[in-house]
């Protein structure tokens, strides 16, 4: 295990998000008649947020499009999705904007353990 413990700075209010910060994940059941069913549920969370890429926009013959992603560092165990699509990906609310979380870094060895997960914006904005 490394020496050094970050915890105490994914948890200190000065550094981190406390209000504001969600993920919504997407929980299937199947009834005895296999009839699929889903049930979001949305859970607050604190992290770090700041910006992976940042803003960018592709032009094409199509349009021009924006792109923006942020990096969460929490202790919350945020997920990018099962194995073959066994488990959606958590979506991520943050200042009213929603994102996917599309990679997933374990830092589980740092202290009490964090992820720094990467969120794309949904849905891509055209210009």
Request: proline fraction near 3%; include cysteine.
């Amino acid at each position: 295990m490394a020496l050094l413990d970050v915890s105490d700075i994914l948890a200190d209010p000065d550094f981190c998000e406390t209000s504001g910060l969600s993920y919504v994940r997407n929980v299937q059941t199947v009834s005895a008649g296999g009839i699929a069913s889903d049930a979001e549920t949305t859970t607050a969370f604190s992290g770090v947020v700041c910006a992976a890429d940042g803003s960018r926009m592709t032009r094409s013959e199509t349009g021009e499009q924006v792109e923006s992603n942020i990096t969460i560092h929490t202790v919350t165990r945020l997920t990018a999705g099962g194995p073959a699509g066994t488990t959606p990906a958590d979506l991520v609310v943050w200042k009213g904007a929603r994102y996917t979380v599309v990679n997933v870094d374990d830092y589980s060895h740092f202290g009490a353990g964090f992820v720094a997960a990467t969120c794309d914006l949904i849905p891509v904005a055209g210009a």
